[in-house]
């Protein structure tokens, strides 16, 4: 792994790395590969690419300015572990959830979390719109965040109802997001947020700029959402 790649991209969001946590995330990419070859967890398979476009753009989300600590975070569609793992690796106080909806890669996150030895970290296997039904998860979590590519009222929709009111949903998403941004401002108010800011985010030595979208929870979200999945991508709310 180029670590100076990885340290000067740290340092860009305000962030050092100990050698304990670059051995991590070395762990980390390891883990990812080997894994990749079973499974289908990611397309980027070269290191730099790696430490550029999942560990970099994960940091990334701290120029949310919203990543405290010891905040509760639900990683939401995690997939490989992006940006949650990243995230719990750079600050240890957090308490994360990740959330996939195939085992597979839920096995492969469990093995993550064992083998770099992290705490107050789970990887639950489910689906989004049933476990924001449950009153364990439902409004619990400070930040809620997704990297998903998913329009931004579909991801609202997944998303807001895992928010406690006050708390964030967080969305990565690419660098042109005006005309989503237009269509789901519907959505977000009718699941209880507010658009708060728009965030632009670089990562160091890729000419590619990203936005954190951020959604501040400023009223329960009604029980009716989120809807059954077909619903939701059918019928987005508008």
């Known amino acids: 792994m180029n670590r100076d790649l990885l340290l000067k991209g740290a340092k860009s969001y305000g962030i050092f790395l100990d050698e304990n946590k670059i051995n991590m995330f070395e762990k980390y990419m390891v883990l990812l590969k080997e894994w990749n070859e079973k499974i289908n967890l990611t397309a980027i398979t070269e290191d730099d690419e790696i430490v550029r476009k999942h560990f970099l753009d994960s940091i990334s ?7 405290n600590d010891n905040l509760k975070i639900i990683d939401v569609g995690t997939g490989a572990g992006f940006p ?13 959830t990740l959330l996939d909806s195939l085992k597979k890669r839920v096995n492969f996150l469990n093995q993550v979390i064992n083998e770099l030895g992290l705490k107050n970290i789970e990887a639950v296997h489910g689906r989004a719109e049933d476990f924001a039904r449950l009153d364990e998860y439902r409004e619990k979590y400070d930040i809620s965040t997704a990297r998903a590519v998913a ?7 997944y998303c807001l109802p895992f928010v406690k009111v006050g708390g964030y949903f967080i969305a990565m998403k690419g660098p042109s997001i005006e005309e989503e941004i237009k269509d789901s401002k519907n959505a977000i108010g009718t699941l ?4 708060i800011d728009i965030v632009e985010t670089s990562i160091p030595e890729y000419d590619v700029n990203h936005k954190l979208i951020v959604v501040g929870k400023i009223k329960p979200t009604d029980k009716k959402y989120p809807r059954k999945p077909s619903q939701i991508e059918k019928k987005p709310i508008k």
């Open 151 to 157: 329009p931004m009222n579909i991801l609202c929709e």
């Open 192 to 195: 209880g947020g507010r658009l």
């Open 84 to 96: 949650g793992i990243p995230l719990k690796i750079i600050n240890p106080t957090l308490k994360v």
């Open 61 to 67: 989300i701290i120029k949310s300015g919203l990543i």
